[in-house]
């Protein structure tokens, strides 16, 4: 089974900093990862798929880059309803999530 | 517009069975893999399994947590998949979200419904 394991496990930031959040898989995933964002009390969201593709509907300020086992998934500028829990998926071996990004308001 | 709305449910005891449904609308329901997610307690989301559309056969595939007690179904008349779980134990408690599967990812998610697994 394909490990994610995403860091921080909590990020304390104000509203119009950047954010940056990684992903590191433990056998490469080519570029077969996935990002969702989910707030309380909701479904996930799917933000951005094959590493770098924006979902539809997903605001520009949210990017993913990385390939083969490290991702990363940038937030250019929080706005307040950013905060959230973030994961990672992968599906280059069956599924499998990260075990989530807290993005919390310092 | 694309939804997924799950039912079904609720409170068990432990060694029981309960099914979960997952009415879908908006999209071509036959042709779409429908995914199981679940999530204990608010943390970590777990995959369960999935069945795939028909031009794929409905093939199934299930994570090995729940593989031989869980069953995925699809009935493409009324646009809705089943997730069958036997054998219910109390580490099954949680938020179970059909999803919907496009190759690498899951792009539209149902609300979830609760399965408490307690005696």
């Known amino acids: 089974e394909i490990v994610l394991t995403q860091s921080p496990a909590t990020l304390s930031l104000s509203p119009g900093e950047r954010a940056t959040l990684s992903c590191r898989a433990s056998q490469t995933v080519s570029s077969y990862l996935a990002w969702y964002q989910q707030k309380p009390g909701q479904a996930p969201r799917l933000l951005i798929y094959?590493?770098?593709n924006r979902a539809t509907g997903i605001p520009a300020r949210f990017s993913g880059s990385g390939s083969g086992t490290d991702f990363t998934l940038t937030i250019s500028s929080l706005e307040p309803e950013d905060f959230a829990v973030y994961y990672c998926q992968q599906r280059s071996s069956w599924w499998t999530f990260g075990q989530g990004t807290k993005v919390e308001i310092k | 517009e694309v939804q997924l709305v799950e039912s079904g449910g609720g409170l068990v005891q432990p060694g029981g069975s309960l099914k979960l449904s997952c009415a879908a609308s908006g999209f071509t329901f036959s042709d779409s893999a429908i995914h199981w997610v679940r999530q204990a307690s608010g943390i970590g989301l777990e995959w369960v399994g999935h069945?795939?559309?028909?031009?794929?056969?409905?093939?199934?595939a299930y994570a090995a947590s729940v593989k031989g007690r869980f069953t995925i179904s699809r009935d493409d008349s009324k646009n809705t998949a089943y997730l069958q779980m036997n054998s219910l134990k109390t580490e099954d408690t949680a938020v179970y979200y059909c999803?919907?599967?496009?190759?690498?990812?899951?792009?539209?998610w149902g609300q979830g419904t609760l399965v408490t697994v307690s005696s």
């Open positions: 094959d590493a770098s």
């Open positions: 069945i795939r559309g028909k031009v794929n056969n409905y093939a199934t």
């Open positions: 999803t919907r599967g496009v190759l690498t990812n899951f792009d539209y």
